[in-house]
């Protein structure tokens, strides 16, 4: 054979060989078959699964993200409340400090006042005894002097008779 031979049309073969390109077909939809079999339904079967997979991680990341939208947002009402409570607390601590500072007021008014009259019962106490015993020495002074412009001896009957009279007559004008 003569390199012309080999080309389609030459003027050594008028006519196309048949054979050849039937053959050449035959193996070609073979080979079709062959990689529908072995290569195109795996790595269809693989896309499918990488398709499945996508998917569940979008509608995963879908759910963690509403997870996490409802979460935030019960923290942040958690944290109003808390807030709130703080507040609460904190004018109930105001409130409390307020009755104690009024009830320590009164307290110490009324403890005040208990010494004012126990002060002045104390007073009027020192003062009865010290006008009683002012009477006494009056008394006593009274009846020496009166002895002796009497001149006379005055018995203690006679004294005390004299001192109580003359107490009498005291807190009669006071």
């Given amino acids: 054979m003569t390199t012309s031979s080999l080309v389609l049309g030459s003027a050594d073969h008028p006519f196309l060989n048949t054979g050849d390109i039937v053959f050449q077909l035959v193996m070609f939809i073979i080979l079709l078959i062959l990689l529908k079999i072995f290569a195109w339904g795996p790595l269809m079967g693989i896309m499918k699964q990488r398709e499945e997979?996508?998917?569940?991680?979008?509608?995963?990341?879908?759910?963690?993200r509403a997870e996490a939208s409802k979460l935030l947002d019960e923290q942040r009402e958690l944290l109003k409340e808390a807030r709130h409570e703080a507040q609460g607390l904190i004018e109930n601590a105001k409130k409390q400090g307020d009755l104690q500072r009024e009830e320590i007021i009164n307290t110490a008014r009324a403890e005040a006042n208990r010494l004012k009259e126990s002060a002045k019962i104390e007073i009027e106490q020192q003062k009865e005894q010290a006008v009683s015993a002012l009477r006494e020495q009056?008394?006593?002074?009274?009846?020496l002097i009166a002895s002796k412009v009497i001149e006379k001896e005055i018995t203690v009957d006679d004294q005390e008779k004299l001192i109580n009279d003359y107490i009498q007559e005291a807190g009669e004008k006071r």
């Fill in 53 to 64: 997979h996508v998917a569940n991680e979008i509608e995963t990341a879908e759910k963690s």
């Fill in 138 to 143: 009056v008394a006593s002074l009274s009846v």
